[in-house]
């Protein structure tokens, strides 16, 4: 089987974490499978849709390195969803309901005071040709609801194993609104047929969806040449640290808004590939590497704790792996481009890449030196050897030692405060070096 998945976002808002999960698993299992990976925007919605949104999408999957290899636009393929809607009608499974808003409603109330399901009771299915008529007459347009069989619609779901939905317990859900509009539901199974997807992986707010769509499905398969069903992976939602849901703040958090904060994609791609696995939590090497691991039976069927904290020590874990030449075009862009060693000596204290500059301007610009102690500074001063190479560190400090009687943090404390006017930071041996004696001395004299 040819596998080949989609990502299907509605291009309403920007995506976060949830919907960048969804795109990453479809991604990774595509390049696991050899498969093919397709971008489909669900912008039926023509209101709430934006092209700006739409862009914004492309912009984050390409950053997030989430390359597509097909792409399609729900909007521009009405014209398949109505031959497959005239098919439904003429096939009995879609029907015309002339019910206001209101009406529905004060039923529903009805029904709940009467201890029963809120169901539609498919009063519409018993109108008589005169009624329709009458309705049509006052200006009333029908919206269209699929009659669903009732049955308990069954799957084998790649992540939840056997599930049933029981569709008898549903209302016949509309898919068509007054205004001709087609609602999610029809255009994505239709494109789910048509493109061939093999596989349908989101989100478990889904899963109730799945059995209705399993019986458009199946409903439309002879119209396709006996279409096979898909096979399906709910993934469990993401909550934040406290095992609650996903907080305002980071369920809403933007991807546009992580790359502004300065966060790297294979930080974002490692945790959402992660998270709810039994997989460890750590920066992968490429997102070929992630592809590797990717397998369904890692997952667990718990919700996917989403903690900010975790992300932020991927994103170190990312910058300490990173290789200078990956790091050369970057450090270039922010002027901070100090060489191999620089890097290699900065790049394990780094949260974040723009902290670059601070380190570049500690080891090539001005500071404040940070001095408590001047008589200790002078001392310092005094024992600096005249030629300061990669290896003199250790014999200056020891020099420094032996004549002050500080050792441990009272020796390299007051140094690294001198030096490079922060209490912490890289290794010091090669960070002097890199700062060099004439700033060294410059800086012991305050
Ligand atoms: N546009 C839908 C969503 O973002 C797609 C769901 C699906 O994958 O079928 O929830």
Redesign the pocket.
Known sequence: MTVKV?????PTGRIHAG?VR?ALVNWLFAQKNQGVFVL?I?DTDLERSTKENEDLIETDLTWLGLVWDERYNQSKRFDIYQKCADQLKADGRLYPCYETADELDRRRKVQLSRGLPPIYDRAALTLTAEEIAAFEAEGRKPHWRFKLEGKRVAWEDLVRGHCEVDTTSMSDPVLIREDGAFL?TLP?VVD?IDMKISH????E??VA?TGT?IEIFEALSAFFGNAPLPIFAHMPLLVGADGEGLSKRLGSMSISQMREDGIEPLAITSHLAKIGTSDALEAAPSLAALAEGQDFGKMGRAPARYDFDDLMRLNAGVLQAMSYAEAKPRLEALNADLGELFWDTIRMNLHKFNEVTEWAQIVGGDITPKIEDAAFAAKALDLLPADYGRESWSAWSGAIKEATGAKGKALFMPLRQALTGMDHGPDMGALSFLIGRDKIAQRLKG
């Not at 989609?6 to 509605?10: D, H, L, V």
């Not at 349908?200 to 989100?203: P, T």
């Open positions: 989609r990502f299907a976002p509605s919907n969804a489909r669900d999610y994505s789910d349908v992986i989101r989100g707010d889904h969806n769509q």
